[in-house]
């Protein structure tokens, strides 16, 4: 049965953790705690619908350190190694490592693929 992604992003804007744990598992939303908490969100619309984050997170999942550090605020730069634990752990390898590997993930639709018909939108867009 596929997944209602607008019940999903709903309920991750609602309370990203337990969203994330509904998802995944216990052992992935622990590591996404690790995160600064005001990044709970993005990564996890990122990861469960592909939704495309802001440039520092784009950066951080594609493994680009200079466009991270140029994106980030005081507390993404303070805590850049705990993010980059959570992600490290926390989310499908599918889903970060490069520029190449975050365009798929984002056009698959995350965890939760797109309708075929959602999928030609996002292409166009």
């Known amino acids: 049965m596929p997944h209602d992604r607008a019940a999903t ?3 991750i804007r609602a309370n990203p953790l337990a969203a994330y744990r509904t998802l995944l598992d216990d052992r992935h939303a622990e590591a996404l ?10 990564i996890a619309l990122y990861v ?16 680009d350190l200079c ?4 994106h980030a ?3 993404n730069m303070a805590r850049l190694r705990d993010l980059v634990a959570a992600i490290w752990n926390g989310a499908p390898a599918a889903a ?14 995350g965890l939760l693929p797109r309708a ?3 999928a030609e939108e996002a292409r166009s867009a």
């Open 73 to 75: 605020d005081e507390t």
């Open 33 to 42: 705690r690790r995160a600064p908490e005001h990044m709970h969100e993005a």
């Open 116 to 118: 075929p018909e959602e």
């Open 48 to 63: 469960a619908l592909g939704v495309v984050p802001g440039a520092f997170l784009s950066a951080v999942l594609q493994n």
């Open 96 to 109: 970060w490592g490069s520029p190449n590997t975050v365009a798929t993930w984002v056009e698959r639709g």
């Open 9 to 11: 992003a709903a309920a």
């Open 67 to 70: 466009r991270a550090v140029a």
